[in-house]
């Protein structure tokens, strides 16, 4: 019905089965301030930029002819993690701005890997990655150290992780993979795709609702409802 299309197409926040500890005590705490990283396809190609403050001028984070997109901020500041095209692939890359190296791949695979989110203390990036037989949900220490682990017990088409503001879960997205192959997408998600959760350091995931198509699950101040 109308009514029903308008709700759909507005924000929708769903109450999660098991509420979340651990709210994030510095959010809009004295001297804190917000951070924007991006990726822009000006002058060329696609490269990430930051914005350190209001008002600030960006500063160039990746060049590199091949398209750099998807960037992650870790709440610290130091890492900045982002999807790369520049061995064909796309694949995940990690930049330490406390050290100012080179942007270091984080896994090196056949497969695609994409839309990588931080924990909230740092130390671990998740990640979705896919084949034509399929994806999972990954995870992997921010430094590099000890490889990918699957953290996915089920195979799909999983978008969107975020991890839950106590860094305990993490909420994503999951459709079939039959649904990714075959039906048409609208900003790289199927028509039908289900909310979910699970122990962000792997098991079986929960499902919260239907997603109905919609996408971008994230936290507000409240780390018992996602949005």
């Given at each position: 019905?109308?009514?029903?299309?308008?709700?759909?197409?507005?924000?929708?926040?769903?109450?999660?089965?098991?509420?979340?500890?651990?709210?994030?005590?510095?959010?809009?705490?004295?001297?804190?301030?917000?951070?924007?990283v991006?990726?822009?396809?000006?002058?060329?190609?696609?490269?990430?930029?930051?914005?350190?403050a209001?008002?600030?001028?960006?500063?160039?984070l990746?060049?590199?002819?091949?398209?750099?997109?998807?960037?992650?901020?870790?709440?610290?500041?130091?890492?900045?993690?982002?999807?790369?095209?520049?061995?064909?692939?796309?694949?995940?890359?990690?930049?330490?701005r406390?050290?100012?190296?080179?942007?270091?791949?984080l896994?090196?695979?056949?497969?695609?890997?994409?839309?990588?989110?931080?924990?909230?203390?740092?130390r671990?990036?998740?990640?979705?990655?896919?084949?034509?037989?399929?994806?999972h949900?990954y995870?992997?220490?921010?430094?590099?150290r000890?490889?990918?682990?699957?953290l996915t017990?089920?195979?799909?088409?999983?978008?969107?992780?975020?991890?839950?503001?106590?860094?305990?879960?993490i909420?994503?997205?999951?459709?079939?993979?039959?649904?990714?192959?075959?039906?048409?997408?609208?900003?790289?998600?199927?028509?039908a795709?289900?909310?979910i959760r699970?122990?962000?350091?792997?098991?079986?995931?929960?499902?919260?609702?239907?997603?109905?198509?919609?996408?971008?699950?994230?936290?507000?101040?409240?780390?018992?409802?996602?949005?």
């Amino acid at each position: 019905t109308m009514s029903q299309t308008v709700l759909s197409s507005i924000i929708l926040f769903l109450l999660l089965a098991t509420p979340c500890a651990g709210q994030n005590e510095n959010r809009g705490a004295e001297g804190s301030h917000e951070r924007v990283v991006y990726s822009s396809y000006r002058p060329a190609g696609w490269d990430i930029y930051l914005f350190e403050a209001p008002g600030s001028e960006p500063v160039r984070l990746t060049d590199h002819p091949a398209l750099d997109y998807s960037s992650a901020f870790s709440s610290d500041g130091r890492w900045v993690v982002f999807t790369s095209e520049r061995d064909r692939n796309p694949s995940l890359y990690v930049l330490d701005r406390e050290h100012e190296a080179a942007p270091r791949l984080l896994v090196r695979s056949e497969a695609m890997q994409d839309q990588a989110t931080l924990s909230p203390d740092g130390r671990w990036i998740a990640f979705v990655s896919w084949t034509n037989r399929g994806g999972h949900i990954y995870r992997i220490r921010a430094n590099g150290r000890g490889g990918a682990e699957r953290l996915t017990e089920e195979v799909g088409f999983y978008t969107d992780p975020v991890f839950t503001p106590d860094g305990e879960q993490i909420v994503a997205l999951r459709g079939s993979n039959h649904a990714r192959m075959n039906q048409f997408f609208d900003n790289n998600r199927a028509p039908a795709m289900d909310l979910i959760r699970l122990p962000s350091d792997g098991g079986a995931a929960t499902l919260v609702a239907h997603a109905n198509a919609l996408g971008g699950p994230h936290f507000s101040s409240d780390p018992g409802r996602v949005f």
